[in-house]
């Protein structure tokens, strides 16, 4: 790791708050992070590096929620535990204080956002909601665990603009939405979804559909050809899914390809056209209608 990337980690590591631009020598690249009053950090990182690079830094004892947005990367600890997290996924680890290694590569564009909070204090925050369960156990058997980014999980990381640059009451609301997207990812980790009385085997299969849809909604299958994958009924398969999350698994596909269209069209890189292509409409009238109907505006107005 070159001295003036280095020399950046380090100044993450000690300020209570930074943006910085990535070294020009290094690539191209913006990273932010802010430590709320409460011990919580949150950070976001843009990076495009001009050449492969091998970085390495210590970690605390810590859990930390890492949401991958760009390229995925891999990556090892002291221990000799390999860790992966894929583009769209999210991955729960814990810090135990070892170094961790990895080597970013040439030309690929890398986006996270990371929340990390002591693992005693994380642990003391989660007891009081999951009585009876030995939550040290349970922290450290998620260790490296990955998931799909929901929709609900995206919508928060979105308020991740501006980290270096929040104080006061701000930094009171980046605590609670960090508190709420360990809940949510705790929920996705474990599979917690609330909802006794579908056999673990249907519970499961409704949570795979459902996690294809919120990774590539524009991609899902219709139902019957679901239904046949998971070697279940139309009907089943439907019922169960609704009886599950209180939505079809069609009002549920457009959801999700609205609100990606909406993030797309925020992003102001694509046009209109091009957004309902790669959300799955093949008719431009088609999805203005499905979205001004979700919006409330036309998508050339949003």
């Known amino acids: 790791m070159g001295e003036s990337l280095a020399e950046l980690y380090r100044r993450m590591q000690i300020s209570p708050s930074l943006e910085a631009r990535l070294p020009e020598d290094v690539g191209d690249g913006h990273i932010a992070r802010v430590r709320t009053p409460q011990g919580v950090s949150l950070s976001a990182w843009e990076m495009r590096y001009h050449r492969d690079t091998p970085v390495e830094g210590a970690v605390g004892d810590e859990m930390r929620l890492l949401f991958c947005l760009g390229e995925g990367v891999e990556w090892q600890n002291d221990s000799g535990k390999t860790f992966c997290v894929r583009s769209s996924h999210a991955c729960l680890c814990i810090g135990n204080g070892t170094t961790e290694r990895m080597c970013y590569g040439s030309g690929y564009g890398y986006a996270f956002h990371q929340v990390s ?4 204090q994380a642990m003391s925050m989660i007891q009081p909601y999951l009585p009876g369960m030995d939550i040290g156990g349970l922290v450290q058997s998620l260790d490296g665990r990955d998931f799909p980014i929901t929709r609900d999980i995206r919508r928060l990381l979105d308020s991740f603009d501006g980290l270096g640059r929040t104080g006061g009451l701000g930094l009171m609301r980046l605590e609670c939405r960090a508190h709420e997207l360990m809940a949510l990812c705790l929920e996705q980790a474990l599979g917690f979804d609330g909802h006794a009385g579908l056999h673990p085997d249907d519970l499961s299969a409704v949570r795979s559909v459902r996690d294809r849809i919120e990774a590539d909604a524009s991609s899902v299958l219709d139902i019957a050809t679901l239904a046949r994958e998971y070697a279940v009924s139309t009907s089943k398969l439907s019922r169960d899914f609704k009886r599950a999350y209180g939505v079809s698994i069609h009002a549920c596909v457009i959801e999700a390809r609205l609100e990606e269209a909406a993030r797309l069209l ?37």
Do not use: C, N, T, W
């Open 266 to 302: 925020s992003s102001g890189q694509m046009s209109v056209a091009e957004v309902a292509e790669r959300v799955g409409y093949a008719k431009h009238s088609q999805f203005s209608e499905a979205f001004r109907r979700r919006f409330g505006v036309l998508p050339k107005d949003y």
């Open 117 to 120: 909070i002591a693992r005693g």
